[in-house]
């Protein structure tokens, strides 16, 4: 527990800052009142997350810009920014020793990826409400922990909730952040690419992810060498599944094109789900859709050739 008789346990964060972190992120989720769907009948909206560490400077970070683009940031240089933006002139080292990174995956509940399965262009009300409505406990769990390792003595920042996280343009059409949470959940061993360009996690793809830097080290999880090592078809074509799942044709055999995904759920899916009169009930700004992460041998667990592979 992080709290003792309604008190921080600090003592607890000072030996085992990695199982204080866990134990508040799962508390959270497990009784933060924004963890319910009221539309229907008060069910929650994620399942017990898993929580995964890296040490900041680990050399991933650095990789990520050549995967990515150079203007992906490091943790190193998204908390210097944090640092920077708070303009204290006291209480703040000049140079930060020790920055530690903390992700985690939030699973969607099974009636929620059950409902998403049978949806024919995905976007099941209950999965809608989930994207849509679950922003505010997405956000919440980030504002959360960043905020509690502030209280802590700390400097933490949730990247996509500052004011430097931005996203690129980038050549053929597609768009990229500059803090990727997918591949910062890789770096703290959260789990592997899909062919489906989703994070296979313990828990599956079917999952939501979010994550703090904060100038404290972390004891790092233990991550897989291969980026793919979790998914069936890049390790023996055993599956592929997801292709077929997809509504917008989006998935082929060398991956998930943004391209065409971002095109299907702008200008198709939207007009086919109000012909075929699968709107009723949603909301937000678009359909959503989960169909490439439900209905997979992946979506609640890592597939067993795969983890069999692992081992």
């Given at each position: 527990?992080?709290?003792?008789?309604?008190?921080?346990?600090?003592?607890?964060?000072?030996?085992?800052?990695?199982?204080?972190?866990?134990?508040?992120?799962?508390?959270?989720?497990?009784?933060?009142?924004?963890?319910h769907?009221?539309?229907?009948?008060?069910?929650?909206?994620?399942?017990?997350?898993?929580?995964?560490f890296a040490d900041g400077d680990d050399p991933v970070f650095q990789e990520l810009k050549a995967v990515i683009g150079e203007f992906h940031m490091t943790p190193r240089e998204v908390l210097d920014k944090h640092v920077a933006e708070k303009r204290w002139r006291f209480g703040t080292p000049g140079a930060?020793?020790?920055?530690?990174?903390v992700s985690w995956a939030l699973p969607l509940t099974y009636e929620t990826r059950l409902r998403e399965r049978s949806s024919p262009l995905g976007g099941s009300p209950m999965?809608?409400?989930?994207?849509?409505?679950?922003?505010?406990?997405?956000?919440?769990?980030?504002?959360?922990?960043a905020?509690?390792?502030?209280?802590?003595?700390?400097?933490?920042?949730?990247?996509?909730?500052?004011?430097?996280f931005a996203i690129q343009n980038m050549p053929g059409g597609w768009m990229a952040a500059n803090w990727s949470e997918r591949h910062v959940?890789?770096?703290?061993?959260?789990?592997?690419?899909?062919?489906?360009?989703?994070?296979?996690?313990?828990?599956?793809?079917?999952?939501?992810?979010?994550?703090?830097?904060?100038?404290?080290?972390?004891?790092?999880?233990?991550?897989?060498?291969?980026?793919?090592?979790?998914?069936?078809?890049?390790?023996?074509?055993?599956?592929?599944?997801?292709?077929e799942r997809c509504p917008g044709q989006a998935i082929g055999p060398e991956g998930r094109k943004n391209v065409d995904c971002l095109k299907n759920l702008r200008d198709e899916q939207a007009p086919n789900v109000i012909r075929m009169g699968l709107d009723k009930g949603l909301v937000g700004p678009a359909p959503a859709c989960g169909r490439c992460s439900t209905g997979?041998?992946?979506?609640?667990?890592?597939p067993a050739a795969?983890?069999?592979?692992?081992?």
């Open positions: 527990m992080t709290q003792q008789n309604g008190c921080l346990d600090t003592e607890l964060f000072r030996s085992d800052p990695c199982r204080f972190l866990d134990d508040a992120i799962r508390e959270h989720v497990r009784t933060s009142p924004l963890n769907l009221t539309a229907f009948g008060n069910l929650p909206i994620v399942d017990e997350p898993i929580v995964g930060l020793e020790k920055i530690g990174v999965y809608n409400h989930s994207r849509w409505i679950g922003i505010r406990l997405y956000e919440d769990m980030e504002q959360f922990v905020s509690l390792l502030e209280v802590l003595g700390c400097n933490a920042v949730a990247p996509v909730h500052s004011k430097f959940a890789y770096a703290c061993g959260l789990g592997t690419f899909g062919l489906n360009g989703l994070m296979i996690t313990a828990r599956g793809c079917a999952v939501y992810l979010g994550s703090v830097v904060a100038d404290r080290a972390l004891t790092p999880t233990r991550r897989a060498a291969s980026r793919v090592a979790n998914c069936p078809y890049f390790t023996d074509r055993s599956c592929g599944l997801c292709m997979l041998p992946c979506e609640d667990r890592i795969a983890s069999a592979r692992n081992a």
